[in-house]
C-alpha cells in the first residue's frame, strides 16, 4: 500500500520526486541536525491520486492524523488547544521550484478557542488576533477563493475608522472586530462558516494547496519551464514559528554565494518583525544580512555556519529561508539555488578551484541555454546616456524597449512586435504572462529576492527591482522621476548588470563572451575594462575553460550549417569542425536569379544547356570560397533542394500584372515594350505550369535533378572543379555532395551513376584524384525506414529533421507554428515545438532506426544531422545518445552545441555508473 505521508525525519534530498523539492530539502536539513520545525510532508503520489479521482484517498486522512499525533506529542501542544496551541503551516512543494506560483496558508488550527491561548503563549494579544485575522484572509483567497480586496477594503475601513494609517496601529480590540468582520465576508461570498475545527482547516488547506497545482498562472508557468503537469505537487505540513512577535524576530532569505554575478560571499535580505511572505512579495524593503548582523549577532553567526554546511554538503549554490523567533534561529527552506548565466559559469569554476567538484561535474552544471545568453550584446558604456534612477542589479542583459505598466499591455504590445519593458512597484504571480512578454521588467519596490527578481533570473529576462527613486503609478500610466514624469510607450533602457535605467535607447556592444569565441582568451582578457572589470575576466576565464573541457570530452563532432564563405569562416572560428549542410539555393537568387529564369524557360535543349553553362562559372568560384575557409575540414555541400517555381515570381503578382497590361494595350496604352510583355506573358504561363498545390511535397530536391536535365549535373561538376582547383592551389578541399528528399533507393542510384560519371571526368580532365563522398539526406520516414538499402547507395546519412518532422507528423514547417501550435501547447498536445526540439519517440524513433540499420548494412556510414534541431539542446542529448557522429547548427549556435556535446557525455558517463 502506498505511504503518503513521510515525517521530516524520514526523507531525504533524494526524494524530490515523491517529496517535491522543499520537502525533500526539509528532511534534509533535519538530518544534518539543522533547526528545523517538525513537520510532515504528504507525497506528490497523494495529489496525483486526489487530481484523477477528486478526492482524497481514505488512507491519506488516516497518515495525516497519525503525523499529526506524532506532531503533537513532540512538541508537546495539540492542535486547537486554547492553552497552548500547536498551529501549523501549509505549502506546496513541488519537484521543480515554482516559485509563487502555488498556495500557502499559514496560521492553520487558529480559531476562537485557540486565539486565546496563542495570545497567552506569545504574551501578546494583539498578535494573536492580527494572525487570526490573517489567516481567515489567507484561507478567505486560497480555500473558498473569495476575492482578496473584500478583506483588504475592510481592513482599510477599519484604519481609517480609527484614523490610522499602517496595520500596527491597529489595537487587538480592533483586530478582534476584524476577526468578526472577516468571518461575515467568509459567511455571505461562500455560504459558510469559518471551520473552527482545526482538523477541517488543514484538510481544506491541503486539498486547496493540490488544486493550487492547476491554476492557470501555474500551467503557464510549466509549460514555459518545460515542466510536466502531471508531476503533481507535495504538500508540506510545518510547526508554525514566528517572525513576528518583536523586534527579537524576523524572516528571511539569503544565498550562499551572489546568485546574480556568482560572486563569493553572503547575500541576502531580512525583515525584523515580518512573517512569511513579507520578504519574498517585496512589500517592505528589507535590510541586509550585514545589518542582521548588528541587531542578532548570535542568530546571525548560526545562519552564517549553516549557510556553511549546506553548501558544503550540497556542493552548491543554496538558497535559504529562514526565521527568528525571539532570538531562536529556525530554517524553514533550503534548495540549490536559481542563478544567471554567468553567475553558473564562474560558480561552477569556483567550485572547481575548491575542491568540491570535478570539471565534469562543473560542465553539467551549466547549460547552452545560459551560454547563449552570454552571447548577447551589452550596453555601450562609452556611449552618451541618460541614468534616470539605480536599482539593484537583479538579472543581467540589457534591454530597451517602451515602458508599459501592466501584464496585459505587456502581451498585447509584445504581440504585436514591440519590445516593451514592464514597469511595476512590485511583481505577482499574476504578472507571469507580462513579464515573459517584455524583454525587461523593472520595480521600485522589493530585494533581490523579490517575486520579480526570482522569476526573471529563471526566465533569463533582464531585471532591475527596488528602484526606488522610480514612483510608479499604474493607474495614471506614469512613472516619475523627480520632475521627470515618463508616460506608457516612452523608450527607457535598463542594466540588469548594474541596476542601471536609461532613458532613451541606449546602443549595444558584443558581449565579452563573444570576443573571447573570436579572438580567443588573451584578446578577450586585454579587453575587459569597466567597474565589473574583475568579474568580467572571471566568467570570460570560466568559459574558456568549461568549454575547453566540453570539447576534451564530447564524442559529437560539431559542423556548422553555412552557405556562404563569410558564414563559414565565422563557423570556423567559432569552433565548427566542418560543414554540415551548405544549401546551394541561395547561390541562385539575387543577380543570378535571371540565369536560373532562363533555365526554367528555354524552349529547346541547346538554350537549356546554354543556360546552365553560364551558371556553371559562378556556382564553380561560390564552392572555391567556402573550400578555401573550410580548408581541410569536411565540407558538405547539397544539391538544389527547393521547388524551381520559388525562382519564379508569384503567381498571383504575375496574374495581376499581365492582366493589367493587356487590359492597357487593348485600350491602345502601352507602359511597357512589346518583348517585355512577351517575356512576362511567357513566364506566366510557366508559373502556371509549374503551380503546385502543396509544393513541399512535390517537385523538389532529388526530383528535380532526376526530372530537369542537366540540373543536378551543373552542379556536381562545379563541385568537382572547385576542389580540383584547391588542389592545384595546394588546398585541402573535403567536399562531400548531399542530395536531398529521396525516399528511393532507386533515386540515390541515378543521381551517384551520373555524379559518379562526372567526378570521373573532371578528375582526368584536371589531372588530379578527386575522393568526393557522396551521401543523402535522410527527410522523409520512408528514407528513414529503408536506410539499409540506402546505406548501400549513399557513404554517410545526414538526416534533415526539418522535413523529417514536416513528413512524420504532417504538419506543414511554414504554418502550423504560428497558427495554431500554442492552442496545442495550452491543450497539452505538444509541450513544445517538435521543430524546436526532436520530437524523440516519432522523428527519434525513424532516426533510431535509420541509424541502427544504415551502420548495420555500412558500418563505416558516417552519420549526421542537419535539421535545425543539430542546435538545440536538449536534442543535442538525444543525437549523442543515437550514436550520430557530428550535429551541424547555425554558426552562431556552434558554441551552445560543443558545450551541449561536452554535458551529454559527461552526463552518460555519470548515469552509466550509477
Ligand atoms: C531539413 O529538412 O532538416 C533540412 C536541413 O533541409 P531544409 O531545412 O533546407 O529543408
Ligand atoms: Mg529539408
Redesign the pocket.
Known sequence: MAKYVYDFSEGNKDQKDLLGGKGANLAEMTRLGLPVPPGFTITTEACRTYMTTGVLPPELRVEVTMAIRRLEDSLGRSLGDFHDPLLVSVRSGAKFSMPGMMETVLNVGLNDASVVGLAKFSDDERFAWDSYRRLIQMFGKTVFEINGDLFAHALDAMKASRGVTVDTDLTAGDLQELVETFKGIVREQSGREFPQHPREQLDLAITSVFDSWNTDRARLYRRRERISDDLGTAVNVVSMVFGNLGPDSGTGVCFTRDPSTGKPGDYGDYLPNAQGEDVVAGIRNTLSLADFEQLDPVSHGELRLAMRRLETHYRDLCDIEFTVERGKLWMLQTRVGKRTAAAAFRIATQLVDEHLITLDEALERVTGAQLSKLMFPQFDSDAVRTLLATGMAASPGAAVGQVVFDSVTAQEWAAAGKDVILVRRETNPDDLGGMIAAVGVVTSRGGKTSHAAVVARGMGTTCVVGAEQLDVDATARTVTVGDRVISEGETIAIDGSTGEIFLGDVPVVPSPVVQYLEEGLEVALANVHGADAEETAELVKAVDRILTHADAVRRLRVHA?ADTAEDAHRARVWGAQGIG?C?TEHMFLGERRVLIERVILARDPVEHQAALDALLPLQRADFVDILEQMDGLPTTI?LI?PPLHEFLPDLTDLSVKVALAGERRSRGVEEETAEEFERDTVLLAAVQRMHEANPMLGLRGVRLGIVVPGLFALQIRAVAEAAAQRIRDGGHPHAEIMI?LAASVMELHLIRDEAEAILAEVAAAEGVELHIPIGA?I?LPRAALTADRMAGVAEFF?????????TTWGFSRDDVEGAFFSEYTDRGVISVSPFETIDRSGVGRLVRIAVEEGRAARPDLTLGV???HGGDPESVHFFHEVGLDYVSCSPFRVPVARLEAGRATVEGASSDSR
Request: aromatic content about 4%; proline content about 5%.
Open positions: 550549417n549542410l544549401r547539397r533542394d536531398p539526406m527527410e545526414s538526416f534533415g529533421t526539418n522535413d523529417l518532422t514536416q542537419c535539421g535545425e
